[in-house]
């Protein structure tokens, strides 16, 4: 068994089942998700291992699998990372420049974002967990996704329906209006869609960020949580 040193907490969900550390695995810098409820976090450890190597296999542009098993000290099974130094969260680094109106990083985020979802779905890959903060970024620019709990894989791609609905989940984590559609655009450039093609309908992405807005909503009204967060 790995010797996991602890060294601070990144991330919990509400409920503390899934508490995310960073800590050092037989000296080894890494992220650890560690999944603390009974039965079920077993069920969730073992669907991210099993989905985490069909990723790497796919050549998915997540971090290095360093230990996967169980964490004596908390009692629960862990997955841990490579842990990516110097990198930030694309909702972290996108709402500063948003708020700094640094239009030209924006843009420049944006079209990153947008290629990269496109990669993803080249390579098959759908992230369902479209929050800003699964996808890191460092100073060169270069994009690496975490969480990989509710990845799909679709060895045979994406349809272009559940394509355009997982860039406009992502897209509904946006300020509405401008944004949504740079996003898109980069996607559909980097896609390389012809047009006709559902993938590249302006008016179709649209409605469905509009739709997973409101979805949004809901959610955060039954939460009793602020109903409109940008970059969440
Ligand atoms: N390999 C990693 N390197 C650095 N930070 C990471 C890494 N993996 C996860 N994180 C950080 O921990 C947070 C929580 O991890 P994540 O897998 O998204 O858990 P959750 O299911 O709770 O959202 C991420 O948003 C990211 O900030
Ligand atoms: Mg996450």
Known sequence: MATIEFKEELHSNIRRTRI???????????????????????????????????????????????????????????????????????????????????QARVLELLDLLGRCVADLHKLGIEQLDCNLTNYLINADNVIRMVDEDDVRLHPRGLNESLALTNLANLGARLPPGDLPRILHEAYLDAWGASPGELRSDPECFEHRVFEKKQMLRIKRAARDAAPDREFD
């Not at 995310?20 to 695995?25: C, E, I």
């Open 20 to 102: 995310t550390y960073r800590a050092l695995v037989d000296g080894q810098e890494v992220a650890v998700k560690c999944y603390r409820k009974p039965l079920f976090g077993l069920i969730h450890w073992l669907r991210a291992l099993r989905r985490g190597k069909k990723i790497r296999r796919a050549g998915g542009p997540v971090p290095g699998i360093v230990y996967a098993g169980w964490v004596q000290k908390l009692q629960c099974f862990g997955f841990a990372t490579e842990f990516l130094s110097g990198y930030r969260s694309m909702r972290e680094v996108l709402r500063s420049a948003y708020e700094q109106s640094d």
